[in-house]
């Protein structure tokens, strides 16, 4: 008995220029897409923040996956948008979406993300930082994203832990949250370093 094919996974843009174009999730290991419900909370946190203008604003995914937080926010207008991947069949998925979409303000980079934080200069207005749970990255790489960011620039963490409370770790310390939910086993939010207010 011949197995029947996998429907193919897709998640959706949400709003701007490319609203409701589905994005496919390409069947990567460890792929884990933000859900739908976060992305959506989370980019109504950026609007109003950003007083609903993405004009002048870089911004950098550094695993990337399906890329669905990066198109998001170029396709509400950022001016720039580096996706980061290093699976070969993601960086297929993302250049087949990004030449479709004839998004000119997206770029997207094969490598690591803690080779490119070492080497990268550009500065971002917002970085998302959304690596595998069970890798435990953020201690290492949230530090580095500091270095990167523009004046009043803002990482997006995900994590299966706790930002904040007795539970959290002390690498948070470096970091203030600007805004924070949950959702299932999801913990998700807008950080900023803790001297923010002094530059």
Known sequence: MSRKPAVPRQVRIIAGRWKRTPLPVPDVEGLRPTPDRVRETVFNWLEHLQQR???????????????????EAASRGAESVLLVESDPRAIQSLEATRDKLEAAN????????????????????????????????????????????????????????????PEADEWMNAWKVVRLDKAGTVNFGLFAPDDTGSN
Do not use: M, N
Request: charged residues 20%; aromatic residues 10%.
């Open 53 to 71: 203008s993405w004009s002048g604003r870089h911004c950098l995914d550094l695993f990337a996956g399906t890329g669905a937080l990066g198109f």
């Open 106 to 165: 997206v770029r997207i980079q094969r490598g690591d993300a803690t080779q490119l934080l070492t080497r990268q200069t550009q500065k971002f207005h917002l970085i998302f930082l959304d690596p595998p749970y069970s890798e435990q990255r953020l201690p290492a790489l949230l530090p580095r994203c500091q270095d990167l960011l523009a004046p009043g620039g803002l990482v997006y963490a995900e994590s299966d832990q706790p930002f904040i409370g």
